[in-house]
């Protein structure tokens, strides 16, 4: 591995809950609906409230509600499943991923009692819950190489091998197979990543420096500057659990804020699936037995103690709008462009600015001045070129932090 000094941040990138009720009474959907309401926001509580989604559809649930705690929004809770009427209710509680790295490790854990308390309701069980280490370290090349000069890969010859995996195998092959992996290990693109595992448990490895680019998620980027890490290179090892692999974990889950209980648990699920034996080097104990040299992926006796992030100094981005809902703004845009045009009215022209807004809207001015050249109306004077080239020197948003993405949302309801 490489000779630089391993920095590295463990956090929680998911974490999805199921939720029923404490006591019998009317369904959360119904107690929702019967909280105060201003427009379409519900408050359940001071610090509690609730907005309905309308523009996205979750599998299975009839209600889809976007959660604020204390004026930001932190999770997104399905309420009403389909196909569990006369069996209890359940609702599902999916935080929202900037939350961890923008927030304290606590954070979620309060706005999830919040939640409980202002709507009565109380954990069921962990429905998935992904756990991220990020290192300054090519963990790609590095497992690449092991796996294809291993047993793991099914292409390398046998005088070609040089690794031998150290996880565990299943016991007790049936008659005339051989003994397979508990994991197997599949190769993406070429070995551009890896993911270990499948069903309830994967590990997956890849460049998160270069996905993070590709899907536009900069606080993660300002989260690993903020806890002391400016490297280019930032590789992760994830790991991804859900159903059986989380019954020992969910009593466990408040020790989820603890980092150093979270990487307890991740050291303990990543096992030795990580982790080759050298057939080229023997190690001997007193009594002359011998084993192969391990090589680890990610040697856990050597890692630093995990720096803690100042989080005052990341700037929170707004929630990701949907595509649905991006391309609604968008007709609504060309619409309002179009009647500037001909009618010159600025409230027209605050409207395109405030819709924007509201699902945070990039290069604006690109789109409008497309709009605006596109329209050619029936009558064109010269007050009418006027308002063209005025709507299309509009400016682009500048960067919104969550408050100011609040504020959005409250202006278009």
């Known amino acids: 591995m490489s000779t630089n ?3 590295y941040t463990l956090v929680i990138d998911r974490l999805e809950l199921t939720l029923c009720p404490q006591v019998e009474g009317p369904g959360t959907t119904q107690r929702i609906f019967s909280l105060p309401c201003t427009g379409e926001v519900y408050s359940a509580s001071p610090a509690i409230a609730l907005h309905r989604i309308s523009t996205k559809v979750e599998a299975y649930y009839n209600y889809l509600w976007l959660v604020y705690y204390q004026g930001e929004p932190v999770a997104e809770l399905a309420t009403s499943h389909r196909l569990n009427q006369g069996r209890g209710e359940y609702n599902k509680l999916r935080f ?3 939350l961890f790295y923008l927030q304290p490790p606590a954070y979620w854990l309060q706005a999830l009692d919040a939640i409980n308390k202002a709507l009565q309701l109380q954990l069921a069980n962990i429905v998935a819950v992904e756990i991220a280490f990020d290192a300054n370290q090519d ?6 190489e092991r796996y294809n000069h291993s047993s793991l890969n099914r292409h390398c010859r046998t005088e070609n091998l040089e690794y031998r995996p150290a996880r565990d195998y299943k016991a007790k092959p049936k008659d005339g197979q051989q003994r397979k992996p508990k994991m197997p290990v599949t190769s993406h693109h ?7 595992g499948a069903g309830n448990k994967q590990i997956n490895i890849y460049d998160k420096g270069a996905e993070i680019l590709k899907k536009d998620k900069p606080y993660i980027r300002a989260f690993w ?3 002391g890490i400016t490297s280019g290179l930032m590789h992760r090892v994830e790991v991804k659990l859900k159903g059986e692999a989380l019954e020992k974990i969910t009593p466990r889950l408040r020790s989820l804020t603890d980092p150093s209980q ?3 648990i991740f050291k303990q699920e990543v096992g030795l699936n990580l ?8 190690e001997y104990d007193r009594n002359r037995n011998y084993q192969y040299k391990p090589a680890h992926l990610i040697d856990f006796s050597q890692l630093p103690a995990p720096a803690l992030k100042p989080v005052q100094a990341i700037v929170k981005p707004s929630v990701p709008a949907s595509a649905k809902e991006q391309r609604q703004v968008k007709r609504l845009i060309k619409t309002l462009v179009e009647a500037f045009i001909c009618f010159g009215e600025e409230a027209d022209k605050e409207a395109i600015e405030r819709h924007a807004r509201r699902v945070h809207f990039q290069h604006l001015q690109a789109v409008v001045s497309g709009y605006a050249d596109a329209y050619t109306p029936s009558r064109m004077d010269g007050s009418t070129r006027a308002r063209k080239e005025e709507i299309k020197s509009i400016q682009d948003l500048p960067p919104m932090g969550w408050q100011e993405f609040n504020r959005s949302q409250q202006e278009c309801i």
């Open 5 to 7: 000094p391993v920095l």
């Open 96 to 98: 929202l991923n900037p």
């Open 139 to 144: 963990f790609v090349s590095l497992y690449g």
């Open 190 to 196: 070429g070995g551009e990543s890896f993911t270990i």
């Open 225 to 227: 500057q903020a806890s």
């Open 262 to 264: 979270l990487l307890a």
């Open 275 to 282: 982790t080759f034996r050298e057939l080229s080097t023997r």
